[in-house]
């Protein structure tokens, strides 16, 4: 298969009216931290509110697709608890994705992207490409510190103990992956509301134990205000470290 490139990805967020309004810098990071997103194949934004209010003149943005709840989705989720809706957010932005993307980055509306974020993160999907790994689940943001020996598996990419997956920031599918996070949060989480997305999301790594993590995390958490779905002040211990170059060896 071929190596990465930046027009094999698209890019979902997910946002909703909330104080402060986080979005805008989260946005402009994403943009300002690496020219590539010009030739990522779609940006699309899931905003959990019936009209467009609460992103303001960024939905001026042409470059974005901004998709509000139809009146059906605010029918469903009329009295939904803050989980459940939250499933429900999560559930849409994976039904968002394009079918025909190689891959899939969701990302929340709190976040600050690393300067160069896109072509680290196309390093590392190389560099799990040439090692063989066709199913995975990678997170490029995480509150754990994945550069310790025993969990390093590349210069760029290590393993995430399943069992202790948290933190939904930012996280990268491939396709089989979005289609079967589809399934698995639709019946167990908005039909049926078993258990937060993020829980449901660790089930199935824990299962198939295919959950990796970028070396150091490629965005960081700004979020002081929980949405109800974790603490909102977790941070990673990562972010500030540097990329790890290509003449860096490992073994």
């Given at each position: ?5 930046p027009?094999?990805?698209?890019l ?5 009216p ?6 805008a810098?989260?946005?402009?990071s994403?943009?300002l ?14 905003v959990?509110?019936?009209d ?13 697709r901004w998709?509000p709840?139809?009146?059906e989705e605010s029918a469903?989720?009329?009295?939904f608890?803050v ?29 600050v992207?690393r ?5 680290m993160?196309?390093?590392?999907l ?11 689940i990678?997170a490029?943001?995480s509150?754990?510190d ?10 760029y ?6 069992s ?5 920031q930012?996280m ?7 289609s ?5 949060l ?9 258990a937060?997305?993020d829980?449901?999301i660790?089930?199935?790594?824990v299962?198939?134990?295919h ?16 949405t ?18 290509r ?5």
């Open positions: 298969m071929k190596g990465w490139e027009s094999d990805l698209a979902v967020f997910v946002t909703c909330r104080d402060p309004p986080y979005f810098a989260t946005l402009a994403a943009f931290g690496d020219e590539r997103i010009a030739k990522v194949a779609s940006i699309t934004v899931a959990d509110a019936d467009l209010a609460c992103v303001g003149a960024l939905r001026g943005h042409g470059r974005v998709v709840r139809t009146a469903r989720v009329a009295g608890h989980h459940h809706r939250g499933c429900h957010n999560y559930w849409r932005a994976l039904t968002l994705a394009p079918e025909d993307a190689r891959g899939v980055l969701i990302c929340e509306d709190d976040l992207f300067d160069g974020w896109l072509r993160l196309l390093e590392c190389d560099e799990m490409r040439a090692a063989g790994l066709e199913r995975f990678l490029p943001y509150s754990y994945h550069e310790q020996p025993p969990l390093r598996r590349g210069r990419y290590s393993s995430y103990v399943a202790g997956f948290y933190g939904t930012a990268f599918y491939p396709p089989e992956e979005v079967a996070l589809r399934k698995l639709w019946t167990h989480g908005v039909e049926t509301p078993e937060p997305y829980l449901l660790q089930r199935r790594t299962e198939f134990q959950l990796y993590g970028t070396r150091v995390s490629l965005v960081q958490h700004t979020g002081e205000r929980s109800g779905l974790g603490d909102g002040r977790h941070r990673s211990p990562s972010f500030h470290r540097a990329w790890p170059g003449e860096e060896g490992f073994r």
